[in-house]
């Protein structure tokens, strides 16, 4: 497009005008006029000036039919036809002119263009030599007049055979050519004469509007999208049943074979996106980084192998909320329009045939619609690329991960981050990239941003980053937590509870050994105490001794029963010890060898306020001696038993690896009996009572 002049003459009075004061002036009015069209309409076929027929003569085309209407060249010149209103429009027969050669060329240079030797393109020519940064090409084109003379087009007498004209340019096949209008600016001298004087200074400027055919191979103005299919989103599963597994090798080979099955369904999904997007982005980065994809390998990452997991789904919503543009772009962009040569509308290609989108026509482009087309598509670039950083930029060596966390406590961080739902570029980036220094992973990590800037992030693991006291985490639902895989459970379990502290912190964090059974046998004896307590109180009211009204606190101990769970030992303790204060004057009851010494203990127990036949009942009648041995068998357990060993995996349901763990919710260390293998969380703060 020209660029627009904003310098033009002022006029004061009695000043002398010269021909270039008026030319610039009328030359500023015109650039204006045509930036308006331009800049604030767009550019195109607004309406009409389609091909409806050919006419033949066997298999010489001797003519085209182009129906009336109106056309905004990209550099705002309008191409319109005189009938384009009239009631009944007539179609212009365009055929070819036997008093005109059999082609011409059009030469473009700088994103203007020239029709044959158009004395303007002198400005950027030093002679027959380009100026340096200057390209001129020459398009060969046959044209072709109206058979129908209209008063904005050329008015020539056709001997109409377009096929006979094209032949003579080697290798041109209507099949294969395109029909375009071309603004065309035509300086006509004309002698001025008057009685008494006569010159031949004057000149007319006429804009023509010139009809040529064009073999598409030479212009590179269109791209068909017609390979832009859309493409179904990524669906991977999730590490199954997390809280089923037996021990430390049945988890780390769920996460293997998990990260896998994942991998291959990621591999596949991006050989198709970059299959659909060759015409928009090259393919050969995506090519190296599904390559790079296909040799991770984490059999052998015993310790960090959770991190795969993590970069999997990231992958996935990378390449999800890439497909979320990519198909938008696919439905709205069927057409996707190059640079547009200046001066040129292309109303359609002559071999295109049947109903559809014409892959070559300039189909009407508004100002907005470009403007949002550009935006999209950057955005789409910004998407794919980052999908090839973060494959780029993966850890996949167990041993660079341990160089760099040190394998110390002091590597493991808690890092603020948005929530697990929103975009990905809105999150932390994960521990397990390389984010040092300057790279792709930084540029387009905030590729769904219009403005992918490396000082949008200050939160990533190892990178500069605003110290954690600082920053306000009220707006963060979501924690990262790394840095602690590989460590010795104890470390991490206790650099991560201090940190926890240290920020006030509204999340719970509990080690769990995976090498323990998935059933403890104090949960076992747990169940077995709680069992032979209710038959207690089951023969009580079999015996017709309503204890929930005359012996309440038998009442409350069921209730203790139902509130706390085993993994709380200290509670069960309590538990234990009201129970025995119950039982043992029962049991004291039962050794008593007199009368006299059961109704002084009959006295003081629990159950004085009952009649004596029910005192005696009890005394006599209700077995108890499973139900003390339980309560032995448990207390005995709870001592032997460290607390490490209480908790077990299959106490929480509906895990998930994260990478972190929400606000308000439990942060599960999984170890091996001496070093953290993985980790998981729940959504919710786990009450071990």
Avoid at 681 to 686: A, C, I
Wanted: hydrophobic share 40%.
């Amino acid at each position: 497009m020209e660029s627009r002049n904003t310098q033009y003459p002022v006029y004061v009075p009695d000043q002398f005008l010269t021909n270039e004061n008026l030319n610039e002036t009328t030359g500023y009015v015109e650039i204006e006029e045509r930036a308006t069209r331009s800049y604030l309409l767009g550019n195109g076929v607004m309406k009409g000036l389609n091909i409806t027929k050919t006419n033949l003569s066997g298999t010489n085309v001797l003519s085209y039919e182009v129906m009336p209407g109106y056309g905004v060249t990209p550099d705002g010149y309008l191409l319109e036809t005189a009938n384009a209103l009239a009631a009944n429009p007539a179609a212009l027969v365009l055929g070819f002119a036997t008093d005109e050669g059999s082609y011409k060329f059009i030469k473009s240079a700088s994103r203007k263009i020239f029709v044959n030797n158009d004395e303007n393109l002198s400005e950027f020519m030093n002679g027959a030599v380009p100026k340096p940064g200057v390209t001129v090409t020459e398009v060969k084109c046959v044209e072709i007049f109206t058979a129908a003379p209209d008063p904005q087009v050329d008015k020539r007498t056709i001997s109409p055979n377009i096929q006979t004209a094209a032949a003579k340019i080697a290798g041109f096949n209507l099949n294969n050519c395109v029909l375009a209008f071309v603004a065309d600016i035509d300086d006509v001298q004309y002698d001025n004469c008057s009685q008494g004087d006569c010159n031949d200074k004057g000149t007319d400027r006429i804009i023509k509007g010139r009809y040529v055919i064009i073999p598409v191979s030479s212009l590179q103005i269109t791209t068909n999208n017609a390979s832009l299919l859309t493409i179904n989103y990524l669906l991977m599963s999730r590490l199954p049943k997390i809280s089923a597994v037996t021990n430390p090798g049945e988890y780390l080979t769920n996460v293997t074979n998990t990260f896998n099955t994942n991998k291959s369904a990621i591999v596949a999904k991006l050989g198709v996106i970059a299959t659909n997007a060759n015409s928009l982005i090259p393919r050969l980065g995506m090519d190296l980084a599904i390559a790079k994809l296909n040799t991770f390998n984490p059999a052998s990452q015993t310790n960090f192998v959770s991190y795969y997991l993590g970069f999997i789904y990231d992958m996935q919503q990378a390449i999800n909320e890439y497909l979320a543009v990519y198909n938008d772009f696919a439905t709205k962009y069927p057409i996707i329009n190059g640079d547009r040569i200046d001066r040129l509308i292309i109303l359609g290609g002559l071999g295109v045939s049947g109903a559809g989108t014409d892959p070559y026509r300039y189909y009407y482009r508004s100002v907005a619609q470009a403007d949002a087309y550009k935006y999209q598509f950057e955005k789409l670039q910004r998407l794919y690329r980052r999908i090839m950083a973060l494959i780029n930029q993966f850890f996949n060596v167990a041993s660079a991960l341990v160089t760099k966390i040190g394998a110390t406590s002091a590597a493991v961080k808690i890092i603020p981050s948005a929530e697990f739902s929103m975009p990905l570029g809105d999150k932390a980036i994960p521990y397990y990239y390389n984010v040092d220094g300057v790279n792709d992973l930084l540029k387009y990590w905030r590729a769904h941003a219009p403005e992918s800037q490396i000082d949008h992030i200050n939160n990533y693991f190892l990178a500069p980053q605003v110290p954690f006291a600082t920053q306000n985490i009220n707006d963060k639902n979501f924690f990262r937590i790394e840095g602690h895989l590989g460590l010795g459970f104890s470390d991490a379990l206790s650099k991560v509870s201090s940190l926890i502290s240290t920020h006030d912190l509204p999340v719970k964090v509990i080690a769990v050994n995976l090498k323990k059974p998935t059933s403890p046998p104090i949960k076992g004896l747990w169940d077995n105490f709680r069992d032979k307590y209710k038959k207690f109180t089951d023969d009580l009211l079999t015996a017709k001794i309503n204890y929930k009204t005359h012996v309440p606190v038998v009442n409350y101990l069921w209730q203790d029963f139902n509130q706390w769970s085993y993994r709380d030992t200290a509670s069960i303790q309590k538990v234990l010890n009201d129970v025995s204060a119950v039982m043992k004057p029962v049991e004291s009851y039962k050794k008593a060898g007199t009368q006299q010494e059961k109704d002084k203990i009959a006295t003081n127990w629990v159950f004085s306020k009952l009649a004596k036949d029910q005192q005696t009942t009890i005394g006599n009648s209700i077995a108890i001696a499973d139900l003390l041995k339980a309560r032995q068998d448990l207390e005995v357990a709870i001592k032997t038993t460290p607390p490490s060993d209480v908790v077990t995996i299959a106490d929480f349901f509906g895990l998930e690896y994260l990478g972190g763990v929400y606000k308000g919710g439990t942060f599960i260390l999984l170890h091996d009996g001496a070093k953290v293998v993985g980790d998981c969380s729940l959504p919710y703060f786990v009450n071990e009572k």
